[in-house]
């Protein structure tokens, strides 16, 4: 028996997504690939643990009522606009599970989160790809999305952009969401990066939802409160979207724990997501000055907490960066896994100060020791 051919054939030419944040692999290297929060989580989170725990011999709450209201409070909608998340990724998931069949259309901008695509094709429906405008720091290409957008059910958005940390202002993705309202079509916009950006409240488009029914946001305590390992996260849109989407929904998504700690954060904690938001902001323009001066990259855009910039030297590619980097205990993404042209990029993130002083430190010496080598060469000719 080939179980390949019992198999839905939507799977088989699919591969699982590649992500960064592999810094545990390496010991003593410090991990600027993945974008957490730089101080860690609260330091009040094992207490909220341990009072959780005492609830673990009943189910949890199905609906996870309460951390659905703190979100609610937190974003200015009602609990009814809000849906609960084992992460964010288990709403990437669900969503095109809802709203997708084989053969539907979907446009997603490239490069961005590779989860999106996944999910999709999971369900049979094809990708429109539109590449971000590299000429403009990797925003939206407006145009092209509505060239494609009378073939497409939905759009997807990452608000920062992953990898790229384009942050586009709220005035634009509306406007998106509006016209894709007119024409009955979906939008689905990211923001789990966009708690660290210190501009946040100006940007988010949360509150926006309870006006059009086409629009689902989704986030999650991840990156905000750096606790990769307990997956909370939700989802906000329009009543009708987040009742289908609870259809559909796996039963106990949330253990209690995650109900208990994902509600006292969000009520009681946001002013440790509010400090590390502003230091970044300050430190980002710090590293941007003095990695610009190494010259191994083109110039490091200044718009997020996290940085994706293109190998200088046409002869490198990402995965030579990251190999001179490692032995000098630094980490950072190598974004070959985005595709062609991208073989040539790298993403890291900012860090706390003294952090931020490793990964400087460790790019001046790169760029030392490849002007070295190539001069070396040079005299060898």
């Given amino acids: 028996m080939q179980?390949?051919?019992?198999?839905?054939?939507?799977?088989?030419?699919?591969?699982?997504?590649?992500?960064?944040?592999?810094?545990?692999?390496?010991?003593?290297?410090?991990?600027?690939?993945h974008n957490l929060n730089p101080y860690g989580p609260p330091a009040e989170l094992p207490?909220?643990?341990?009072?959780?725990?005492?609830?673990?011999?009943?189910?949890p709450d199905d609906v996870s009522a309460d951390f659905r209201e703190a979100v609610a409070s937190f974003h200015h909608v009602s609990p009814e606009n809000v849906i609960a998340g084992a992460g964010s990724a288990e709403l990437i998931r669900l969503y095109p599970e809802v709203f997708l069949s084989r053969k539907s259309r979907v446009i997603i901008p490239r490069p961005t989160f590779s989860e999106?695509?996944?999910?999709?094709?999971?369900?049979?429906?094809?990708?429109?790809?539109?590449?971000?405008?590299?000429?403009?720091?990797?925003?939206?290409?407006?145009?092209?999305i509505r060239e494609k957008l009378p073939l497409a059910k939905a759009v997807y958005v990452c608000n920062p952009n992953n990898p790229t940390g384009t942050v586009e202002p709220r005035r634009r993705i509306m406007e998106l969401v509006e016209e894709c309202e007119m024409a009955g079509k979906l939008v689905f916009l990211d923001e789990t990066l966009l708690e660290l950006v210190e501009e946040r409240e100006s940007v988010s488009c949360m509150s926006e939802?309870?006006?059009?029914?086409?629009?689902?946001?989704?986030?999650?305590?991840?990156?905000?409160?750096?606790?990769?390992?307990?997956?909370?996260?939700?989802?906000?849109?329009?009543?009708?979207?987040?009742?289908?989407?609870?259809r559909a929904r796996l039963s106990w998504n949330l253990g209690v724990i995650e109900q208990y700690v994902g509600a006292k954060l969000v009520r009681e904690h946001q002013g440790h997501v509010r400090k590390a938001a502003e230091m970044m902001a300050s430190e980002r323009h710090r590293i941007k000055r003095a990695v610009d001066k190494t010259g191994l990259f083109s110039p490091l855009p200044d718009q997020c907490f996290f940085f994706f910039t293109r190998v200088s030297n046409p002869r490198l590619s990402a995965v030579d960066i990251v190999e001179h980097l490692l032995p000098r205990h630094v980490l950072v993404r190598d974004c070959s896994t985005f595709g062609r042209p991208f073989d040539r990029f790298v993403r890291f993130s900012v860090k706390t100060p003294e952090k931020n002083d490793l990964l400087i430190s460790a790019m001046e010496e790169t760029a030392r020791e490849m002007r070295s080598t190539a001069f070396g060469a040079r005299m060898h000719v």
Avoid at 120 to 130: E, K, S, T
């Fill in 47 to 59: 207490q909220l643990v341990a009072e959780a725990v005492q609830q673990l011999s009943h189910y």
């Fill in 209 to 246: 939802v309870r006006n059009h029914s086409n629009l689902f946001i989704i986030s999650s305590l991840t990156k905000s409160f750096a606790i990769p390992g307990m997956r909370v996260g939700y989802g906000v849109g329009s009543e009708e979207i987040v009742d289908m989407m609870d």
């Fill in 3 to 33: 179980i390949q051919d019992l198999v839905k054939k939507e799977l088989l030419p699919i591969k699982r997504p590649v992500h960064g944040g592999h810094g545990w692999k390496f010991p003593g290297v410090e991990d600027f690939s």
């Fill in 116 to 144: 999106y695509s996944h999910a999709c094709r999971m369900q049979g429906a094809n990708i429109l790809d539109v590449p971000l405008m590299e000429g403009d720091a990797f925003r939206l290409d407006m145009n092209a």
